[in-house]
């Protein structure tokens, strides 16, 4: 069982408005990652951190931010929000091990929808 | 480029019978490989994951299998249940970089 967090699960807000997308885990992994996914696409890497105070851009271009302070947690931020912004954003964390067992693991994901 | 690749957006499988998930690399770097499954509005959840060192893997009613020189792994369900149907993800990952997904294939299994 993976002990990672997303909050909220759900999220309707208006247009411009600031929000902030929680993800925690109890694992103490290093290294965490945003990806964001539409219904029936697939999954695009939009932030990943290596460990505290770093933080790297994925491969899809986002408007969002994000902060890495504490090992367990990396939030999300949308400074203004848009309805292009409306879809699923997937948090996840991996360990850094010396043998390839790494399996990273997801949370539950946050349903964000922009008005 | 696509570095992994999983050209079955979907598949229908009959319960009680073997669902085959396929997925190509291209990046001949990777060494560890992952299959996830979701369903709508969760988080993809972790299947079973294999080395390169390795050319199979199973656990319980999945079975992972890795052809190196192909460059190709499989995700075989037997028997497949209800219950699976999801999407199915396979992913690759080189060392400490991001893991690398595929699109995805749509499983259905028919009762």
């Known amino acids: 069982e993976a002990d990672i967090y997303q909050t909220p699960r759900y999220l309707v807000i208006g247009t411009g408005k600031k929000i902030t997308l929680e993800c925690s885990q109890t694992?103490?992994?290093?290294?965490m990652y945003w990806y964001q996914q539409d219904p029936g696409m697939e999954l695009h890497l939009i932030h990943y951190s290596y460990g505290v105070n770093s933080t790297e851009k994925g491969d899809l271009s986002s408007e969002s931010t994000v902060s890495r302070i504490r090992t367990e947690h990396f939030p999300l931020t949308l400074e203004s929000a848009r309805p292009s912004h409306t879809s699923q954003y997937l948090c996840?964390?991996?360990?850094?091990?010396?043998?390839?067992?790494?399996?990273?693991?997801f949370g539950p994901g946050t349903r964000l929808t922009v008005l | 480029d696509q570095q992994v690749k999983q050209n079955s957006p979907s598949l229908s499988v009959q319960e009680g019978r073997i669902s085959i998930l396929n997925c190509d690399y291209t990046n001949s770097m990777f060494d560890y490989f992952l299959w996830y499954k979701k369903y709508p509005a969760e988080g993809p959840t972790f299947l079973i994951s294999?080395?390169?060192?390795?050319d199979k893997n199973e656990d319980g009613r999945f079975t992972v299998f890795l052809n190196k020189s192909a460059k190709h792994l499989s995700l075989h369900i037997v028997p497949s249940q209800p219950g699976d149907s999801a999407v199915y993800f396979c992913a690759a990952v080189a060392g400490n970089t991001p893991l690398v997904f595929g699109k995805g294939t749509r499983l259905s299994v028919i009762a």
């Open positions: 694992m103490g992994h290093d290294k």
């Open positions: 996840a964390s991996r360990a850094t091990g010396q043998e390839r067992t790494d399996t990273q693991y």
């Open positions: 294999i080395s390169s060192i390795k």
